[in-house]
Structures are given as structure tokens and as C-alpha cells.
């Protein structure tokens, strides 16, 4: 059996990756990796600082993820992700152009 190559790749670290597609209308995939099992929080904001999706709220093992954000309620605007792993918070912009 021949193992993928990803099989092979070892996590070293917490990443956010850009969301792709952006600009997006009106789903995007953000891709993200934790290097050890942690409590992970995906959360979207709006430019004023506002909650308006959690996307991820949960344990997670050492790995890479992807989730898709539906934005198909939201108007058109810049808005804000943000990873959360235990002591480790990164952010990032996205644009949603409807």
C-alpha cells in the first residue's frame, strides 16, 4: 500500500492560511494546521468587531483542516477570521463581493 505524501508531512506549527477563493461569493475555504491536540476556535468578524460566525468550536487533534464559511447572509464587505488555539490567535482579512 503507498501511503499519500501528505501522510508524511509532519505539522510543526500553528498556521491560518489565506481563504481562497478572495475575493469570494459567497463561499470560501480556509485552510488551518495545530501541531497538538488543543481547543480550536474559527470565528468571523465584521468590521466593527461584531461575532458573526463561529465556524469551529471545538477539540481538535494535531493536523490540517479545511472548512467552507457560507456567507450567503451577509452583505457585501471586508470581514475578519480569526484562529484561536489555546494561547495562539491569528487573524486574517477576507472579502465577500456580491
Known amino acids: 500500500m503507498q501511503l499519500p505524501l501528505f501522510y508524511f508531512l509532519s505539522v510543526s506549527s500553528d498556521k491560518l492560511y489565506q481563504n481562497y477563493p478572495n475575493p469570494f461569493n459567497p463561499v470560501t475555504n480556509i485552510v488551518y494546521q495545530i501541531p497538538r491536540t488543543g481547543f480550536v476556535q474559527i470565528r468571523v468578524f465584521d468590521l466593527l468587531g461584531s461575532e458573526v460566525a463561529i465556524l469551529v ?42
Open 57 to 98: 468550536n471545538e477539540f481538535k487533534t494535531e493536523g490540517s483542516y479545511s472548512i467552507n464559511f457560507d456567507a450567503s447572509n451577509l452583505p457585501s464587505g471586508v470581514y475578519i477570521y480569526s484562529l484561536r488555539v489555546n494561547d495562539f490567535v491569528k487573524n486574517s482579512k477576507m472579502t465577500l463581493l456580491k
